[in-house]
């Protein structure tokens, strides 16, 4: 798929910004949709092909955590948030619900359209750490690198594009302990920025989609000061 067939969804109340943001991402080739609120953006999502939405947090009617939340019910497609606040919570909190990747305003025009990009390139192009496409078995938790699926005991999990990028790089190099600098500069394949908090959350929300007690877990495994693994 080439930068001219992506349709990016940005939603945000401010109809500046919207227009704004439109203008840098048409100059990429992408075709862009434009919603107001959360509500009008679910209803953009269900009639059109949308491969990553930019999602304002503060929105009347449904925000962007909300329509994170409810997006990823039925959707695994990239997510940036977009912040008025550089408060940590915020950033953490679209995290957890499911979104990829977070933008402070104000933000820079160019970094933002570098950031959509790279998780456009990620969510085409999944399970290509190693180049090779091939069927990872650890104990019940399976990866197929050709389907781009994660399995717990035949049952399909879904993850979103980092989640998998993340178990992918683990269970393809498993028993070997990553540190969170390197899993983030691997995975969002930029220097660390504030990686141990992106991190973290990411890590507890595959433990709770892949660990029957998330708690005690049997795959992914901590090695405190270190980093994390994937049990072999």
């Known amino acids: 798929m080439t930068v001219n067939n992506y349709q990016v969804l940005v939603v945000d109340d401010e109809e500046e910004i919207r227009d704004a943001i439109e203008i840098y991402l048409k100059n990429e080739g992408i075709t862009v949709l434009k919603a107001k609120d959360g509500i009008e953006a679910l209803e953009l999502l269900h009639e059109h092909e949308v491969h990553l939405m930019i999602l304002d947090i503060m929105m009347p009617r449904l925000d962007g955590i909300s329509a994170t939340h409810k997006v990823r019910e039925e959707k695994n497609i990239p997510i940036i948030i977009l912040s008025a606040k550089s408060e940590d919570t915020d950033k953490i909190l679209g995290l957890q619900v499911g979104a990829d990747d977070y933008v402070t305003k104000p933000f820079n025009p160019m970094e933002l359209v ?35 699926q994660v399995k717990v005991n035949d049952e399909l999990v879904r993850l979103t594009p980092i989640e998998y990028k993340i178990v992918e790089l683990l269970m393809v190099n498993a028993g070997r302990v990553f540190s969170i600098n390197e899993i983030y500069e691997r995975v969002w394949k930029e220097p660390n920025y504030n990686a141990e908090n992106t991190v973290a959350v990411h890590i507890r929300k595959i433990r709770e989609k892949i660990e029957i007690d998330a708690k005690n877990p049997r795959y992914l495994k901590v090695v405190w000061g270190i980093g994390y693994k994937m049990e072999k």
């Open 114 to 148: 570098a950031r959509v990009k790279s998780q456009l390139r990620r969510y085409v192009a999944l399970g290509t750490f190693e180049g090779v496409n091939k069927v990872i078995d650890l104990n019940g938790l399976t990866l197929d690198q050709a389907s781009k």
